[in-house]
């Protein structure tokens, strides 16, 4: 799918490109670990200044969703999924995202999700999500 | 607690034609409606001391801003105490709360607002996000997800109110069929005739929840108000109309996606901000504008401004009666951006002045209606004012 790509800030390579190595990371207060996203230079829970990285299972609920039908720019193929994921480590961690690798009026809210990544241009890995696999 | 905004009071309020391609510049447009405000209050152009605006000058998208203050101020050689074009504050009303502080503070006494859009002739389609090489800014963790749209960007709270509440897209069509129903009596109004239930149920998805007829149609059109110091405003050509209570609260986090609660958005803390200054209660409006750039930032406003309670929106507004126009809250009463067009907020807020000043014609509400309440934003955005002409 055409994509406009996010323009990688200093801050920002730990979310944009750390999905190479398949996981999620993001920043953590030292502190009181506190995960910060989308990336800044203090902890909005303690005011901490010092920052290091975590790395999430990557798992987390469909918080809610919509699929979407308009083919806003040339060339956009619909129907497909777009949602809020919350991630299992922290309440308000969440990531606008595609739910992909399922058919879109499948997508229910609540459903278990985990991360894929999708590689862009410029080593850019997108976090997207599909449905958790069952283990039998 | 001091509430200066109540030593402010809307004073004038004018639309230029609002229309779909025009073919007029967004200055054209402004001038025009600020002339007629201006006149409107019974002022002349050297009374204005202050000028306002939100956002200010944009180049994108195309059309959603197209003139800033400082252009205006030259088109009409304003001499000015203060002046402010600012994108970043609490919702369209920014610009009117800003006027507020401004007039309170002693810098002016006539302050004159505006709002334009020339979106029909510049795009000829919804405005949309990540038209560049590469997105930076505040949309840049929703558009490379092809979350392009304010459209995507909103069904994804109404799809989790419908999941939290039980609300239906049959109850969410009311807000669309109430504006056209007002539309009908309104001669500016871009979509006039009727809407059944069955078409709307019929008609296209954009996002789901949200179909075609959720989403408000692009103008091109401008709309001006006068917010005079109380003291300033006696003499004038018509009754004041006092701003009672402002709302512009913002508590949780400032992000279409990361707000605590996703079935309503940063409008709930506004609203509850606007209640605490001032005596009067929701069951005391008289009439209600409410920003209905979607559908569902409607239905929300009504609950969080304490209509109904959190939740019951659908069920409060199911079969239409209670905010039509002989209903127990007159909804949107010159068809709303739904059918009347996108004029941001500020179409609405000049429907209020009409009603207030009983000008609404076909369309006015019964009564002699002395309280409104006003409301603006969706998303992160929001403002909410309510405005009386009882002295």
Excluded at chain 2, 130 to 159: C, H, I
Excluded at chain 2, 178 to 189: D, I, Q, S, V
Excluded at chain 2, 264 to 282: G, I, N, V, Y
Aim: glycine letters at 10%; hydrophobic letters at 40%.
């Amino acid at each position: 799918m055409t994509r406009t790509l996010p323009v990688v800030n200093e801050d920002e390579v730990l979310f944009w490109k750390g999905g190479a190595d398949g996981k999620l990371h993001f920043p953590q207060c030292r502190q009181c670990q506190y995960i910060v996203h989308p990336p800044a230079p203090v902890c909005p829970q303690c005011y901490g200044r010092e920052l290091g990285e975590t790395t999430v299972s990557g798992e987390g609920t469909v918080a809610t969703f919509t699929i979407n039908y308009q083919p806003w720019v040339p060339d956009m193929q619909v129907p497909f999924t777009i949602a809020i994921v919350a991630l299992n480590e922290q309440d308000d961690l969440r990531l606008m995202t595609n739910i992909v690798n399922i058919p879109p009026e499948k997508v229910e809210i609540g459903m278990r999700v985990s991360v894929v990544f999708e590689v862009c241009d410029e080593d850019i890995y997108l976090p997207l999500f599909e449905p958790m696999k069952v283990s039998v | 607690m001091i509430v200066g905004e109540k030593m402010t009071a809307i004073t004038g309020s004018a639309q230029s034609a609002v229309g779909r391609r025009l073919g007029r510049s967004g200055l054209d447009l402004t001038v025009e409606a600020c002339l007629a405000a201006i006149a409107d209050a019974g002022l002349e152009v050297k009374d204005i001391d202050g000028l306002s605006t939100w956002p200010g000058f944009a180049e994108q998208p195309p059309g959603f801003s197209p003139v800033g203050a400082p252009e205006l101020k030259e088109a009409l050689r304003l001499k000015l105490n203060w002046h402010a074009g600012v994108s970043e504050a609490p919702g369209q009303f920014g610009s009117i709360f800003n006027a507020v502080g401004a007039i309170t503070a002693g810098f002016c006494r006539h302050v004159l607002c505006f709002r334009v859009l020339t979106e029909s002739s510049s795009a000829g389609k919804a405005s949309v996000m990540g038209q560049g090489e590469r997105v930076d800014g505040w949309s840049k963790y929703m558009v490379p997800f092809n979350a392009l749209s304010a459209a995507n960007w909103t069904a994804l709270f109404a799809q989790k109110h419908f999941d939290c509440y039980g609300t239906t897209r049959e109850q969410l069509a009311q807000i669309a069929i109430n504006g056209r129903k007002n539309a009908a009596l309104n001669p500016k109004a871009i979509y006039r005739d009727p809407l059944s239930l069955d078409e709307y149920m019929e008609s296209r998805m954009i996002s789901s929840p949200l179909c075609l007829y959720d989403c408000d149609v692009p103008v091109d059109g401008a709309t001006a108000v006068i917010v005079s110091h109380i003291d300033a405003a006696a003499d004038l050509r018509r009754p004041p109309l006092r701003i009672e209570a402002i709302g512009s609260a913002h508590n949780s986090r400032y992000s279409w996606f990361q707000f605590d609660d996703l079935a309503t958005q940063a409008l709930r803390d506004a609203a509850q901000m606007m209640w605490q200054r001032t005596d009067l209660k929701p069951a005391d409006v008289d009439v209600a504008e409410l920003y209905d750039g979607f559908s569902f930032i409607c239905l929300d406003w009504l609950e969080q401004l304490g209509f109904c309670p959190v939740g019951e929106g659908g069920r409060f507004i199911e079969g239409g009666e209670r905010i039509a126009l002989d209903g127990e809250l007159p909804l949107n009463t010159n068809g709303g951006h739904l059918s009347a067009g996108r004029t941001h907020g500020f179409g609405l807020l000049h429907e209020a002045c009409v009603q207030l000043w009983g000008e609404g014609g076909a369309r006015q509400v019964g009564g002699d209606p002395k309280v409104a309440a006003v409301a603006a934003g969706g998303g992160p955005l929001g403002g909410c004012m309510l405005l009386t002409s009882s002295q």
